[in-house]
């Protein structure tokens, strides 16, 4: 057919017209286009068929065959009143073939409450000039239905409630207007839908109560205009989903409540326009869900109350725009945001999901992990990578914080201390101190961990000293304080130092010839002068009334320099959590 033409005209003349395929008839419509820029018009010929010996076709039972015909008028509405019949009363056609022809009409083309079989539906490559398109309750019980590389006026597209039991539907390379697409209550059958490649022009289009089947479902390169895009209360079945480039305008694009099934759906380097997009309380029952290079608008994203229980769910380098998204009481298996930046408010506060995956996203907002009214259940976040410009809200006991990370079995030492870091630095900012000092010691014995695999990865000899290291600045830096983040630790950690130094003295002076020595006339028992001697010793005191003799001279030694450690150790410990 003449793309880009401003008008044209039809002519009728009783000259027998014959198709490539050799299909014959007997008057021939000259159709004469006046296209832009050009100063003759361009002319086409055609078949042509009076509405009423396609009325007697259908009484006949015979296959209808308009290819590459000229359809002024085709309507069961007026077949029906000129047969007789109820107004909703089912005609049975023998299929329907109309390739290649040019339909206009100042009425709707009407096929609603009819059975079409044995043969194909078939109008590709067909141009509508004007005229709505009504189906309505229309029973396909034939092959492939194809309106593939038709060209639909700018009339209401009705399609609901219309059954296919046969094969394939084919809407690729359609191109709609601006009126209304309804597929609403459809059930497209077992057979593979095609919507690639399609227009659907500026007005809404309706896929509420769709039932697609368990053939695959396409919309890859789909082109959405501004109205709204609903499939709400959809049903898929197992076949693959591919939304994958296609492009959803600045309507509302609405997938609530729609049921996946057990396939694979791709909305990969799909393009949201500005109008809101949500997913809320949609299902899926098995298989992967994935928004890899999708592109999002200025609306908000939702996800709420998502059931995706045993999918892996990927939105990896994603552009989320700028409205906020929302994943409020939903399930997930994996959840990946890896390399995505995160501008805005993001609602992470699931019920439950194994593996959130915040790798090396640029965070510039809130993600809130910590819900109130109930507990997240998630075994693994991964944060390695982030760039945390902005906040994370969770809490350390109640998301179980430490288990998160600790569970990443793909992740080295390194890793899991520099996620605590990130961690560390955000409860710091977030005035969460006592979650900040549980971070910060994770941190710093993962970091030990560190340097110790990699100092016995350079050189395996390097056991010999790397190890006793190790346990020693364990010891000494965290059995001790937690790494001086706990003031009461270190205080026991005195204590148990001064007992057993006294008690090191008690034995050495019944042991062996070294003793504590009393300047004074003081008679005090063994116990006493040990205990006695430990303490002044320990705190640095030296009054100079007893003084070690002997072996326990080098003890004693020993024994102030802990003693003035640990004290220093308990003064940074405290001043640093009384400041806070």
């Known amino acids: 057919m003449i793309p880009g033409y401003i008008s044209f005209q039809a002519e009728i003349k009783n000259l027998k017209f014959e198709t490539n395929d050799k299909h014959r008839y007997s008057k021939t419509a000259i159709i004469t286009f006046d ?12 078949g042509y068929v009076d509405e009423e010996d396609i009325y007697q076709m259908i009484d006949r039972g015979e296959p209808i065959i308009l290819d590459q015909c000229y359809i002024a008028r085709f309507s069961l509405e007026n077949y029906r009143a000129t047969r007789k019949l109820d107004k909703k009363e089912v005609v049975k056609i023998n299929g329907f073939v109309a390739r290649e022809s040019f339909f206009d009409s100042s009425q709707a083309f009407d096929f609603s409450y009819s059975i079409i079989e044995n043969s194909n539906f078939d109008l590709t490559s067909s141009w509508f000039h004007r005229g709505a398109l009504h189906f309505d309750s229309t029973l396909f019980k034939c092959g492939e239905v194809s309106f593939h590389d038709v060209k639909f006026p700018a009339y209401n597209f009705d399609f609901k409630n219309v059954v296919v039991t046969g094969g394939n539907v ?7 207007g601006s009126g209304t697409k309804d597929f609403q209550y459809t059930e497209f059958g077992d057979g593979d839908v095609s919507f690639a490649n399609t227009e659907f022009g500026e007005g809404d289009v309706s896929f509420i109560n769709a039932n697609f089947g368990a053939g695959e479902t396409s919309f890859k390169v789909a082109r959405f205009g501004a109205g709204k895009v609903d499939f709400h209360y959809a049903k898929f079945g197992k076949g693959l989903i591919s939304f994958e480039r296609t492009e959803f305008g600045d309507g509302r694009v609405d997938f609530r409540t729609v049921e996946f099934g ?8 799909s393009l949201f326009g500005d109008g809101e997009v949500s997913f809320e309380a949609s299902e899926m029952e098995s298989g992967k869900f994935s928004f890899k290079r999708a592109d999002f608008g200025k609306g908000s994203v939702s996800f709420e109350e998502a059931i995706f229980r045993n999918i892996e769910v990927s939105f990896e380098r994603t552009n989320f725009g700028q409205g906020n998204i929302s994943f409020y009481k939903s399930v997930f298996k994996t959840l990946s945001f890896k390399f995505c930046h995160l501008d805005h408010y993001v609602d992470l506060r699931l019920f439950s999901c194994v593996e ?3 790798s090396d996203t640029v965070v510039r907002d809130i993600i809130d992990l910590n819900p109130y009214e109930f507990d997240l259940v998630c075994n693994i976040i991964n944060f390695a990578g982030m760039r945390l410009i902005g906040r994370l809200y969770l809490d350390w006991n109640r998301n179980f914080v430490r288990k998160i990370i600790v569970n990443q079995d793909s992740a080295d030492q390194r890793t899991k201390a520099e996620q605590f ?54 010891a000494l830096f965290d059995k001790a304080g937690l790494y001086a983040t706990s003031p009461v630790r270190v205080l026991g950690t005195m204590l148990t130092a001064f007992v057993i130094f006294s008690l090191v003295y008690i034995l050495m002076i019944l042991t062996t010839e070294a003793d504590i020595v009393a300047s004074v006339n003081d008679h005090l028992s063994v116990v006493s002068r040990s205990f006695y001697h430990s303490a002044i010793t320990f705190f640095t005191i030296g009054y100079g009334d007893h003084f070690p003799y002997r072996g326990i001279r080098w003890v004693s030694s020993l024994e102030g320099f802990a003693g003035l450690f640990l004290m220093s150790y308990f003064t940074v410990a405290f001043v640093r959590k009384l400041l806070r």
């Open 35 to 46: 296209v832009a820029r050009r100063s003759k018009p361009l002319v086409e010929l055609l």
């Open 170 to 176: 084919n809407f690729r390379n359609a191109i709609f």
């Open 262 to 269: 057990t396939g694979k759906v791709n909305f990969n380097r």
């Open 356 to 358: 959130i995956d915040l």
């Open 421 to 474: 870091r990130i961690l560390k630095e955000n409860f710091s900012s977030c005035g969460q101190y006592e979650d900040e000092d549980h971070a910060y010691v994770e941190f710093k014995r993962h970091e030990a961990r560190a340097i110790l695999h990699d100092s016995l990865e350079r050189n395996r000899y390097n056991s010999l000293w790397s190890y006793p290291a190790y346990w020693f600045k364990q």
